[in-house]
């Protein structure tokens, strides 16, 4: 029996965090690199620039959307993270499986602005946002069952935080499904469905999910 | 009643700061992606370095204005920080969205500097410079109502948060203004705005705005 | 006598820390940029763009061993980092040295990505792997004999250290031989031996490599 | 009399370290973008790429260098704010300016690795040098003079971080004066001056500059 070396290392929350941070920093604002200034020439204009800037918009809203997104899954981070009172070696790893996918994003953005039409790009998305989801599943019952959470959570906190992720995925594999009528469809649920998270109601229906 | 996901998301001011520093480090540093070093071929002389150069002139002022563009607001986003006593998840997505907005400078500084005589640029500029303000500004109104700031802020910070605000963006749509008459104008103004930030005088005349 | 600039420069173990994980934060999310999405023209079906995105498969899988690696090295410098009760002006610039070393992990994947059969492209990225495992090597020898890790470091933790150092390195070059044969027994070699030290199985004969 | 918004602004030197933090590690990543990985077509051989890859090594040189100064200034900035007690909003803008001109690094390196025989490109390169140390010499004296620094700084710590920047910056000054018989003389000669700093022998009359 002896010290192995997997039993030392991955132990900072902290570092878990700062390593986070900085790879979410990156990927929001890789996003923007999409969003490519109209070549001058030809360009004489302000009617002429505004609409090459029109042309624009579609990427501007698979950026919002992205930028929702990561938002989205940064609080869920941070939420279990700020609930962890240690990490090991297991988690940390779960946790550099999750910063894998994130910085998958801006890829998956890009395909999407490119081919907004497309059904595969589409699902290609979702599949991202399902792997951030099933990342952060893993990491909470993980945590939970290895005595890494701070030891006063509730049973009421443990069922929420899976909760909001069945909850979550199940209005995006609905909002994928509606692929089958039309693309804009799909990002119009899905991105309404972010704001709703966004927004965060405290009361009615909209509160519940 | 129960404890909701929204209750115990998004708390931690000190993640909320990391990923500002990190989301502003990038910006700040893409800016600079848009100063494209002269092509070598057919350049064989210093003096033909040189005038090549001395084309990128108006480049690095657009990107200087926007370093302080970006300086400014994260000196404001820091000062409120340091008064916020916790966070909760709406003060998070209030300074989520301000992170939008941040990741927007450098395509609007990249519009200004490609089309740097259209009115249409500046205006697009100094709507972000606004919505920059605007998020500021909700987001200390919002941290007071809902008391997230330390408990002994008093009513002269507060206003002097408010003011800052109110008159700098004053300010600002004024030098937009001047855009009738030349967008080297707006630039002008602005940019003298923002070297009096930065300069910060503790008296005379400028030190009251 | 006097105080040298040497003697108080560089003694923030924190700092280090912070800039490492900006710096693998960004690296990691700058070799997906080398994920270049199809161009639009010429693609209009889901089929099309799937077999696009077929040809993508070998860069993804060189971009996630990529990802591995420079996890299990960020692992392994945070591990050490955790160790260290201060720092030095030496140990602060061996850890800048691993940072050069791990700055130029993008370009050895982007260039096995684009030549994934010359053996030349393989060996660059193998004595990238070693030269990060020298530098931690480097870095933990210097941190024991200065004495700047934490006093109660037993003997079995700094075995530990070295040894899964020594027989990385060993699994490493083991497969980079294996190019004699094929690169592509190298790389399946390499990512087999990366994710069992990602999984980190307890027990059985690869809980002892 | 009132508490302006000037008084309250910008006094964490812990966001400033995070910001640098970040923004030296973006900066020192985007160097390596300049190492461009050569064009599949027409590479066939190892023989070829390793000829291709020779093409490339000026560029490491240029990319070492920058990354040594990067590092070397990254140390200097530390060990002032690590001196430092408090901030202020003076301080603050001190040092974003030093962020400035960190940002216009990758830009100065990637114009001297595409006109390396060029004495513009290198005197430009210079003059980034000499504005990173007036920078710190400012940030330094300042603090100083509005006690920012810990009240136990001795008159030897003080002269040392001056007399470390006065010595380096006049070797500096002398590298970029070579240029006069060749630019490779400059570059050889400030690379020199940064290796010993790297280095920071104990004895002998190099430990003395």
């Not at 550099?96 to 907004?116: C, N």
């Not at 929420?160 to 649920?189: E, K, M, N, P």
Request: hydrophobic share 55%; proline share 2%; glycine share 8%.
């Amino acid at each position: 029996m002896g010290t192995r070396y997997n039993v030392i290392a991955g132990q900072s929350v902290e570092r878990l965090a700062a390593l986070s941070d900085g790879l979410f920093a990156v990927a929001m604002t890789l996003l923007v690199l999409d969003l490519k200034v109209p070549v001058a020439q030809g360009i004489k204009t302000d009617q002429a620039l505004l609409s090459a800037l029109g042309g624009l918009a579609p990427r501007l809203v698979v950026y919002l959307m992205s930028f929702l997104t990561l938002g989205i899954f940064w609080v869920g981070q941070q939420t279990q993270l700020s609930h962890f009172a240690r990490a090991d070696r297991h988690l940390t790893w779960i946790h550099l499986a999750f910063l894998f996918v994130v910085s998958l994003m801006p890829f998956s953005t890009s395909l999407m602005a490119e081919f907004i039409t497309l059904r595969t790009a589409l699902l290609l998305y979702w599949l991202n946002i399902v792997a951030l989801g099933a990342v952060l599943l893993v990491s909470w019952r993980y945590a939970m069952g290895a005595r890494l959470v701070e030891p006063d959570i509730s049973a009421v906190i443990d069922r929420s935080v899976l909760r909001r992720i069945y909850v979550a995925q199940g209005l995006y594999a609905f909002g994928a499904a509606l692929c089958l009528f039309s693309t804009y469809w799909s990002i119009g649920f899905i991105m309404t469905v972010q704001m709703i998270y966004v927004a965060g109601p405290r009361t009615g229906i909209l509160s519940r999910i």
